[in-house]
């Protein structure tokens, strides 16, 4: 006969003013969940580490970590007379490529789903528009770039357009599939109860496409990113994607690492704004 002890359920949490209890969260999944990441991270820099103590590359092509920090200290602070990188410092140039992405990225995503509502909901438009906007996304941001920079110059204009067109089809595409898959009989019963044109799209359509809008939106956001170098190919300093562009123009490594990492996690920390986001205004996602 086995011996082996039954396993121990979370201790339920009553709920104040009755209803169900609730299982509290138990504390070995939290600390899983913070651990993983961070054994990840200093697994990588031990690799790090080891690839640049090596020897097979020069420090110009792998500097070890040390020297990326001595890096981050001198373009985040004044040395030697100089403030940060060329004069501005990464916060503020980080701060500036964020506005440029906020305002290209806001302009995307609002023509998309604004578009996305209209061809999921009239079939001929979407006929119309979907080749052009499928051509437009498989186009790499630096073939349409230069044209950019013809048409509007090399001040701001090129860069918030092009980081709009980056953003614009992921949105388009997520809210029309979303706005064509809302399910019928929804759209039949709410117009069997009175509803006018809009009413059905107001409180039927848009909270049923909702939560594919905003995976768009997050993959919108993204592609700005990516897009980011590319935008600040040309005057982009100040700007973290113009210093990456200027850094690696003179072999600086350690700067050219500096401002990747920089764009990284404050990618990570927009996502998971949007993520917090996504979470609060469609709470029933994958409940119902």
Request: glycine residues 10%; proline residues 9%; positive net charge.
């Amino acid at each position: 006969m086995s011996t082996t002890p039954p396993l121990q359920e979370a201790e339920p949490v009553p709920i104040p003013g009755g209803g169900p209890a609730r299982r509290r969260p138990r504390a070995p999944g939290r600390v899983r969940h913070v651990a993983l990441p961070l054994g990840s991270l200093a697994l990588f820099l031990v690799l790090w580490q080891s690839l640049a103590a090596g020897g097979t590359w020069s420090e110009t092509l792998v500097p070890p970590p040390a020297k990326v920090w001595d890096a981050f200290v001198d373009v985040s602070t004044t040395h030697d007379g100089v403030r940060g990188y060329n004069g501005t410092y990464l916060i503020e140039h980080l701060g500036i490529s964020l506005r440029r992405i906020a305002s290209g990225a806001g302009l995307g995503i609002a023509a998309g789903v604004l578009l996305g509502l209209l061809m999921g909901t009239v079939r001929p438009l979407r006929s119309l528009f979907e080749p052009w906007i499928t051509f437009l996304r498989t186009l790499p941001p630096l073939a349409y770039f230069s044209l950019l920079v013809i048409w509007l110059g090399i001040n701001e204009e090129p860069k918030i357009t092009l980081l709009a067109v980056a953003a614009f089809p992921p949105v388009a595409v997520s809210t029309t599939t979303a706005v064509a898959a809302v399910p019928r009989s929804l759209v039949e019963a709410a117009r069997a109860l009175g509803a006018s044109r809009w009413d059905v799209v107001k409180d039927v359509v848009v909270p049923s496409a909702l939560p594919e809008t905003l995976t768009g939106v997050r993959l919108a956001v993204g592609v700005a990113y990516s897009s980011l170098v590319a935008a600040e190919l040309v005057n982009g300093l100040p700007g973290i994607g113009g210093m990456v562009k200027d850094a690696a123009n003179y072999n600086n490594t350690p700067v050219v690492l500096v401002g990747i990492i920089a764009i990284g996690i404050s990618g990570l920390v927009i996502d998971g704004l949007l993520l917090r986001l996504e979470r609060a205004v469609v709470p029933w996602r994958g409940r119902a």
